[in-house]
């Protein structure tokens, strides 16, 4: 029988994602605070929930893709909450990035009504939840893993089931590090060689042939050069995502000092208005340090 699906939260990733669902055939019932979000929906033969746990009593698999860690817990824990509206055999993926503590905390409470819960946080952004091409990486018990496959299956292409409850949200902390801390080095890179006179989109170039190549370098790197910094991926949410990292580092007792530096250029691009900005404009804090602009490219 097919799995009805209930999904909270249609922003600029949930919303493709949901699409992908209801393309697929399945029953879809759709939740979101902006009306207007859920008109495409509608309209494509989607039904509207009324509240979290409206969309739980009438979905077998409730997907969550909501902003942070608070607007989770609301969902969960708050007034007309989904956890609510759980029916045990139930199944609810938390696709948002969050606290670790949290989807852990998420996943005993559910798990205590009879039911169970993933926390499967994306990366690929926009492009990436348009193309069905996200990235997924899933903490909870295998069981509910191989239940979601197919739900998965139709919104990324690379899922991984990282290990129990929380694994997911680690593996995207990590994910946030590496993005980060690389966008900062090709950043640095690309400003050394405008300051030394050299032509940035060339040594880009012949970067691209070598040890130091990455998917950042090729396209945020062309970005930063370029100067096209239209959001893929805001700063603003990288931001969040970098305090997520340093939260939880906290609580493990992990020094994490790159990305603490990260996050606090981050803070003062936020600060300078362009925290709704792609990341890969994080290239301009940095130039403002050094007087100097390394684009366009000529």
């Known amino acids: ?19 992908h669902l209801l393309d697929a055939g399945y029953p879809l019932t759709v939740l979101d605070i902006v009306k207007s979000a859920m008109d495409e929906l509608v309209t494509a033969g989607a039904q509207v929930g009324t509240s979290p746990q409206n969309v739980a009593e009438q979905s077998d698999v409730i997907i969550t893709m909501l902003p942070d860690s608070p607007q989770v817990e609301e ?4 007034k007309n ?31 205590a009504q009879g039911a169970d819960a993933l926390d499967a946080p994306v990366s690929g952004g926009e492009v990436g939840a348009k193309n069905a091409t996200l990235t997924i990486m899933v903490g909870g018990a295998r069981a509910a893993f191989e239940r979601a496959k197919p739900i998965f299956e139709k919104m990324g292409k690379n899922i991984t089931l990282v290990g129990e ?13 590496i993005v980060g801390v690389t966008i900062a080095a ?48 805001k700063i603003k949410l990288h931001r969040k995502d970098m305090n997520i990292i340093l ?18 250029l981050m803070n003062g691009l936020i600060a300078n208005g362009s925290g709704d ?11 403002k340090l050094a007087h100097l602009e390394i684009g366009p490219a000529k």
């Open 1 to 19: 029988m097919t799995e009805r699906i209930g999904f909270i939260g249609l922003g600029i990733m949930g919303k493709p994602m949901s699409r």
């Open 165 to 177: 409850a929380g694994a997911g949200q680690v593996t995207k902390a990590a994910n946030q590090i």
């Open 277 to 287: 900005l792609d990341h890969s404009a994080f290239v301009t804090i940095l130039e």
């Open 186 to 233: 090709v950043s640095e890179a690309l400003l050394l060689a405008a300051k030394a006179g050299v032509d940035p989109a060339k040594v880009r170039e012949a970067l691209m042939g070598g040890f130091a190549a990455s998917r950042i370098l090729e396209l945020h790197g062309n970005r930063m050069i370029q100067r096209t910094f239209a959001p893929g991926f």
């Open 247 to 264: 939260n939880t580092a906290r609580e493990l007792g992990v020094a994490l000092p790159m990305s603490a530096n990260v996050a606090e």
């Open 75 to 78: 969902v969960v824990f708050g």
């Open 81 to 111: 909450s989904l956890r609510a509206g759980l029916r045990a055999g139930s199944l609810v993926i938390d696709m948002s990035t969050i606290m670790p503590s949290v989807a852990r905390r998420v996943t005993e409470a559910v798990r």
